[in-house]
């Protein structure tokens, strides 16, 4: 199975800051990776696919980069209504999977 | 819009079985793979299993795999997930999500449903 490690687990911030997360696959995945933003008491999202591609209606102050074993997701200025956990997945292949994920808190 | 409602959680036994539904509505359900994804209390997401459109192929999670059985009926627009050996570190709440392919698997998971809740306990 691949495993996908994300770094850091947890990161304070503030409002208007720049945050980035790490992702690393256990072996090369090209660019079969997504995020998700996990809200308490809600749904996950999915906020980016293949590894780049920002879906509709998700702000564009989030990015997201990488190929093969490493990737990154960036808020460019945190806003109040990012404060959730963001997991990577990879859906390179079965079974897939996440990242432990990172809380993002204030 | 799209949704999908999942119902059948309940406190369940070790070693009992329990079935999971999920309800979809507002696409073409017989068009799209389906998953089931859980999340154990305080832990991450675990993925648990991927059906594809036509009901044909299946695929698991090693956690699970001979103990849980997904499956579907498109005449209905449902989703189930057939959980038997219940273990207790199989408590968690349990999402169905869409994938985003259609008639393909894209394995990007959206969207998902709000969960419904498993407890194994004795």
């Known amino acids: 199975d691949i495993q996908m490690t994300q770094s850091p687990s947890s990161l304070s911030a503030s409002v208007g800051d720049r945050v980035t997360i790490t992702c690393r696959a256990s072996?090369?995945?090209?660019?079969?990776l997504n995020w998700y933003q996990h809200k308490p008491g809600k749904a996950p999202k999915l906020l980016i696919s293949?590894?780049?591609s920002l879906q509709s209606g998700v702000p564009s102050r989030f990015s997201g980069g990488g190929s093969g074993t490493d990737f990154i997701l960036t808020i460019s200025s945190l806003q109040p209504e990012d404060f959730a956990t963001y997991y990577c997945q990879q859906s390179y292949i079965t079974p897939l999977t996440f990242g432990g994920g990172t809380k993002v808190e204030i | 819009e799209v949704q999908l409602v999942e119902s059948g959680g309940v406190v369940v036994q070790p070693g009992g079985s329990l079935r999971l539904s999920c309800a979809a509505s507002g696409f073409n359900f017989d068009d799209y793979a389906m998953h089931w994804v859980r999340q154990a209390p305080g832990k991450g997401l675990e993925w648990v299993s991927l059906i594809d459109w036509d009901g044909v192929s299946t695929y698991y999670a090693d956690s699970v795999k001979g103990r849980f059985t997904i499956s579907r009926d498109n005449s209905k627009n449902s989703l189930y997930l057939q959980m038997n050996s219940l273990r207790t570190e199989d408590t968690a709440l349990y999402y169905c999500?869409?994938?985003?392919?259609?008639?393909?698997?894209?394995?990007?998971?959206?969207?998902w449903g709000q969960g419904t809740l498993v407890t194994v306990s004795s």
């Open positions: 072996q090369s995945i090209s660019s079969f």
């Open positions: 999500a869409k994938d985003r392919g259609e008639q393909q698997h894209y394995n990007w998971l959206d969207p």
């Open positions: 293949a590894a780049s």
